[in-house]
C-alpha cells in the first residue's frame, strides 16, 4: 500500500460521512413533518455502507502480479443506498392538527431527535477522525520528500 491508496481510502470514507451527515441533517429537520408529498408522515432515512475497491482493475491487477498471491486488496467506503426506516411512528391526539384522521389522530415521523443527534455525533467524529489521517499522510510526504532533498 502506498501514500496514495491511503489517501484514497480516507477520501472515500470523507465522502460516504459527509452524505451520512446530511442524510441525518434531513431526518432532524422533518423530525415534525407530518405530511409529505407522498402522503403521510415524513419516514427517518439512513445510509447503507459497502466497501468499494480504490484501486482501478488495473491496479489491482498490477499489484498482485507484483506482491504475489493473496495480495490483500485495499477498499475504501461509499454509501450504496439510502435506505427507509420501517418502525412505526408516534402516534398522537391533536383534532385540530391538519392532518388529524376523522378521529383526532395525528401519525408522527419516525424520528427520535436524541437518537439522531447520538448519529450526527458519531458521523462527525468519523469525518474529524479522516480528516486526520489525511492530514498524517500529508506529513509523512512532507517528511519523505524532506529527506529525499
Known amino acids: 500500500m502506498d ?6 481510502v480516507s477520501v472515500t470514507a470523507l465522502d ?6 446530511n442524510v441525518i ?8 413533518s407530518t405530511h ?16 468499494t475497491p480504490v484501486a482501478s ?8 502480479v507484483s506482491t504475489g498471491p493473496g495480495a490483500h486488496a485495499l477498499d475504501g467506503v461509499k454509501v450504496l443506498r439510502v435506505k427507509e426506516d420501517t418502525r412505526p411512528g408516534q402516534v398522537i391526539y391533536d383534532p385540530r392538527h391538519p392532518d388529524a384522521d376523522k378521529k383526532g389522530f395525528v401519525k408522527m415521523p ?39 532533498r
Do not use: C, H
Open 3 to 8: 501514500m496514495t491508496d491511503s489517501m484514497a
Open 16 to 21: 460516504a460521512q459527509r452524505q451520512r451527515l
Open 25 to 32: 441533517s434531513s431526518n432532524l429537520a422533518n423530525a415534525q
Open 36 to 51: 409529505t408529498p407522498g402522503g403521510g408522515p415524513y419516514k427517518r432515512r439512513d445510509v447503507v455502507f459497502q466497501s
Open 57 to 64: 482493475p488495473f491496479q489491482r491487477t498490477f499489484r498482485q
Open 110 to 148: 419516525n424520528i427520535n431527535v436524541m437518537e439522531e443527534m447520538v448519529n450526527m455525533m458519531g458521523a462527525s467524529r468519523s469525518y474529524e477522525a479522516n480528516v486526520q489521517a489525511i492530514n498524517a499522510t500529508r506529513a509523512m510526504w512532507n517528511k519523505a520528500l524532506e529527506i529525499g
